[in-house]
């Protein structure tokens, strides 16, 4: 991580509008929660989070996100693989130019961090990455917030990997995943430490025919598309 952040202060209201961010507040208090009592039932949790006041309505934000992995390579001094995650909104530039907004997708570790299954890796997309200030830390984690990650990501989840790739092609199936009901329609999603991310990953969408909607581009597909192929190649 970069030792400043690319924004030093995005309102709530902002992460929704310009990132994506929809349940930011939510899934900060569940998260808040989750730490605290680490007991608790996700439902205990959810119920938990709504007594907790935030004493900030806004964050520190970080466009970018920097991985070293190791290469495993016979030779020891192999220089390891640097990764880069991308995470910002649309902008203009000084002439007026539109550039798209970047929102990546990463593996992250679900398991105990030390095994590379399938079964303990989960595909999400990094909609935010943020930092508290230390006064807020203390105020929210107690005498727990020297354990808490200094930053944190809001990610949107992804359906777990099958047990098996496709025979045809070996890659994997995806769906994002999504709260539905009479009154809403929403992606599910989380605030996790960014040090559970492990890499990026290339999603491949899938196509309901030969050819892909004419409303598909490489700024949109990620919301457009609901189904997608993940790439275990790409690293």
Request: charged share 20%; proline share 6%; hydrophobic share 40%.
């Amino acid at each position: 991580m970069t030792k400043h952040p690319s924004m030093p202060a995005v309102s709530f209201d902002n992460l929704a509008i310009e990132y994506g961010a929809d349940d930011i507040i939510n899934a900060l208090v569940r998260f808040v929660a989750k730490i605290t009592n680490p007991q608790l039932s996700r439902q205990q949790i959810a119920m938990a989070g709504m007594q907790i006041h935030l004493p900030m309505t806004s964050v520190r934000v970080f466009h970018r996100i920097r991985i070293s992995n190791p290469t495993h390579h016979e030779y020891s001094d192999m220089p390891n693989l640097l990764d880069a995650v991308h995470i910002r909104p649309t902008r203009v530039d000084s002439r007026g130019r539109t550039t798209a907004g970047r929102f990546n997708t990463v593996l992250v570790d679900i398991g105990n961090g030390l095994s590379s299954n399938v079964s303990d890796l989960c595909v999400v997309q990094v909609c935010v990455v943020f930092s508290l200030k230390d006064h807020h830390r203390k105020r929210l984690f107690g005498k727990l917030h020297t354990k808490v990650a200094t930053h944190l990501a809001y990610i949107q989840w992804f359906s777990k990997f099958t047990v098996m790739p496709s025979s045809q092609h070996r890659l994997y199936k995806l769906k994002q995943c999504y709260i539905r009901d009479a009154d809403t329609n929403y992606r599910v999603a989380e605030v996790i430490p960014v040090n559970k991310i492990r890499c990026s990953i290339q999603l491949f969408p899938q196509f309901s025919s030969d050819t892909a909607p004419r409303q598909w581009t490489p700024d949109n597909v990620l919301e457009e598309c609901e189904t997608f192929y993940a790439n275990p190649f790409h690293k």
